[in-house]
Each structure stands twice: as structure tokens, then as C-alpha cells.
């Protein structure tokens, strides 16, 4: 499993979408690091057989530049952003 969580203030607000969650997962792995800017209110999941709230944010990606370009070429493969 590779679920990533959301912290803020040391609290755990959330995770990243599990389609997604392998890519960011292996990224912070070799050092990099992701910031969650939320960017609209929360609603209900419309993924999620057991529902949840989900909170649509933007992923800012800071890492070596080498990194970033496979998590660049990595992402497009597989169609995920």
C-alpha cells in the first residue's frame, strides 16, 4: 500500500487520491517533497465505494530536477495529472 497523508499542524487532514498515491509516494522516497494547496471546498467523494469527503487541492512538487523530470515523464505515461 502506499497511502499518503495530508498533515497539517501534525494533524492528519487527509490522503491523496490512491490512483496517484504510488507516483507521490516514491517521489517523497527519494527526497522530494509535495505541498497540498487546497483550491475549493470539500464535497463528497464520488470515487470511494464507502463515500468520504474529498477536498480538490493543487500539488506542488519541490525536488531535484531530475527527479521531477521522471515524476514528469512517469505521470504522463500513465495519464495520471
Known amino acids: ?26 517521489f517523497i522516497r527519494r527526497g522530494g517533497i509535495i505541498t497540498c494547496r487546497p483550491t475549493g471546498r470539500q464535497r463528497h467523494s464520488s470515487d470511494l465505494p464507502q463515500g468520504g469527503l474529498e477536498i480538490p487541492c493543487l500539488l506542488i512538487f519541490d525536488g531535484e530536477a531530475q527527479e521531477i523530470k521522471k515524476l514528469i515523464k512517469l505521470s504522463t505515461d500513465l495519464s495520471l495529472f
Open 1 to 26: 500500500m502506499y497511502a499518503v497523508s495530508v498533515i497539517k499542524d501534525g494533524v492528519v487532514v487527509g490522503h491523496l487520491p490512491k490512483k496517484i498515491s504510488r507516483l507521490c509516494s516514491l
